[in-house]
């Protein structure tokens, strides 16, 4: 009957054994997981992974810069996409057709298209019977006025002895002053036609710098008044031009923007200046614009912009670059402190290089634009990683 009850004694025994190696181990482990090293390695691992859930890419401003990733603002945004057919121009300063300003002969042309000249410089020498009248009135009207001012001197000298009354000298001194007059008008009118020589003989100045584009007369040609002796173009000085419906003039003004494509790719342009009805044939609206950084195609490229019309002041846009699809979620990379964090976003419309957004973002974000699919990428390289 004792070996029964020694047997329960042991088992009791043996199971309060047990409870206390249990224990000690609890004891153990509760000491192991509460050391300060592991509860450190244990959080970090805990934000990477939330990080990476959340879909974060850790980057620093040194290293957004290195990776060309461009941070901008979320703009307002909304209205009507139009597209219109444009061409690149000179601006109206930036070209001169040159013409004779007397008729007479082409004696010599002095530059050929492709040339560069300055302002001023002469394009060709002409000969004129008309230009030798000028100089000639030139000439007479200046005498005239010579003659004129000492009759006035010898009449004032004979009224201070009294020899005249002062009413000669008074009379003497108009005539002075209209045949300096007329010399003035005689000088003018030989300057605007190329201030010629006693010969007839004048130059055709070009009045800009730039490149000479056509020169369609020649030596030996008669030329005219008002004939074209040469066009000269600045290469530097162009802008765009569009033709748009009538209606699009009380919509569009200087200062807004213009997507334009043209052969060397796209880029923003800024209108400078809007004229309804400008094309007299049409009556369309004739939109100019200039581009931001300045650079233009060559002068007569075929180009297309987009602009857009309506409340500008409705909703958020984000440049369309900006936009990216992760896991098939369209999101926007907003940046933090540290990196960048994807954003889930609604989109709406896209119009001139600009993307609506109707919900996911507050409007004062700070968002990756350009090379933003490289944070994409580096999200999808992670979440590779945590997988494995």
């Known amino acids: 009957m004792l070996k029964p009850q020694s047997n329960t004694i042991l088992l009791l025994s043996g199971a309060a054994a047990l409870v206390l190696l249990g224990a000690g181990a609890l004891l153990c482990g509760d000491k192991l997981r509460s050391s300060p090293a592991r509860v450190a390695v244990e959080q970090a691992a805990l934000a990477e992974e939330a990080k990476t859930t959340e879909g974060f890419v850790a980057l620093s401003d040194e290293q957004t810069q290195a990776a060309g990733i461009v941070v901008v603002g979320v703009a307002p945004g909304g209205g009507t996409e139009i597209r219109l057919a444009g061409r690149i121009e000179p601006m109206?300063?930036?070209?001169?057709?040159?013409?004779?300003?007397?008729?007479?002969?082409?004696?010599?042309?002095?530059v050929a298209p492709g040339q560069p000249v300055r302002a001023g410089q002469a394009l060709a020498i002409m000969v004129s019977g008309e230009a030798a009248s000028l100089r000639a009135e030139v000439d007479a009207a200046q005498a005239m006025a010579i003659a004129a001012e000492q009759a006035h001197q010898r009449d004032e000298d004979l009224a201070d002895i009294r020899v005249v009354a002062r009413r000669e000298a008074e009379i003497s001194h108009a005539q002075a002053v209209s045949a300096q007059a007329a010399a003035r008008a005689a000088r003018a009118r030989a300057a605007a036609a190329g201030a010629p020589s006693a010969s007839g003989h004048f130059n055709v100045s070009s009045p800009i710098a730039g490149v000479v584009t056509s020169v369609p007369t020649g030596p030996g040609s008669f030329l005219p008044q008002g004939a074209i002796v040469a066009e000269v173009t600045h290469p530097g000085r162009l802008e765009l031009v569009f033709n748009a419906p009538p209606l699009l003039a009380a919509h569009v003004r200087a200062g807004s923007t213009v997507r334009v494509g043209g052969p060397a790719g796209e880029f923003d342009a800024v209108v400078t200046g809007v004229a309804a009805g400008a094309d007299q044939e049409s009556g369309a609206t004739v939109i100019r614009a200039r581009a931001r950084d300045g650079a233009l195609p060559a002068a007569g490229s075929a180009v297309t912009g987009t602009i857009v019309t309506g409340d500008q002041r409705a909703g958020l846009?984000?440049?369309?670059?900006?936009?990216?699809?992760?896991d098939g979620a369209t999101v926007v990379f907003v940046r933090t402190d540290d990196g960048f964090r994807a954003a889930p976003v609604l989109v709406g419309?896209?119009?001139?290089?600009?993307?609506?957004?109707?919900?996911?973002?507050?409007g004062s974000e700070r968002i990756a634009s350009a090379n933003a699919f490289l944070l994409k990428a580096e999200l999808a390289k992670g979440e590779a990683e945590h997988g494995h």
């Open 349 to 362: 419309r896209q119009a001139g290089g600009r993307t609506e957004i109707l919900r996911g973002l507050k």
């Open 317 to 326: 846009t984000v440049p369309s670059e900006a936009v990216q699809t992760v």
């Open 92 to 110: 109206i300063d930036a070209r001169a057709a040159v013409s004779a300003a007397v008729s007479g002969r082409v004696e010599r042309v002095l």
